[in-house]
């Protein structure tokens, strides 16, 4: 009967995080990435803000990396696409020495969400991303917080004396 009440919590958080997914017409799986990050990076509110600053930093390179595909084409070709992956994957070996940016896969979950999605390049529609990412963390957040206080709550307490 101990893993009942976890179980619960699971999937109500899961069922409520894709109906409000569904509801305002976000792409669920990025909102699970997100969700994943939270436990995969540290499970803390400090670690979920740097872990989704890099992934806005990788989102941001998969722009780059689209314009600059544009501009090298002309000059290029085909290859165009290639050298820009080339030249901003190759620049994140340097991001990857720093303290605080060097988060390589979490880059990377941002590239992915950019080119899974593949929103048009403006501003606003890639800015719209942000909104699922942020609810990921959130709805991780929530469920953890409440997993951690069943936990709390089913371990036995010693008696002080």
């Known amino acids: 009967?101990?893993?009942l009440p976890i179980a619960i919590a699971f999937g109500l958080f899961g069922a409520v995080a894709v109906t409000v997914s569904f509801a305002q017409q976000w792409p669920t799986w990025v909102m699970f990435v997100a969700w994943v990050s939270f436990y995969i990076f540290g499970k803390t509110w400090q670690s979920s803000l740097w872990a989704f600053l890099q992934i806005v930093l990788g989102m941001c390179m998969a722009v780059l990396i689209q314009l600059t595909a544009g501009l090298l084409g002309e000059?290029?070709?085909?290859?165009?696409?290639?050298?820009?992956?080339?030249?901003?994957i190759g620049s994140l070996a340097y991001f990857a020495r720093t303290r605080r940016l060097n988060?390589?896969?979490?880059?990377?979950?941002?590239?992915?969400?950019?080119?899974?999605?593949?929103?048009?390049?403006?501003?606003?529609?890639?800015?719209?991303?942000?909104?699922?990412?942020i609810a990921g963390f959130v709805f991780a957040w929530l469920n953890n917080t409440v997993v951690e206080k069943i936990h709390a709550r089913q371990t036995p307490h010693s008696p002080t004396h």
């Open 75 to 88: 000059v290029i070709g085909s290859l165009g696409f290639a050298a820009s992956v080339f030249l901003y």
């Open 1 to 3: 009967m101990k893993t």
């Open 103 to 133: 988060n390589i896969p979490a880059w990377f979950l941002g590239l992915i969400i950019l080119f899974g999605v593949h929103p048009p390049l403006e501003p606003l529609s890639i800015l719209q991303l942000l909104v699922p990412i």
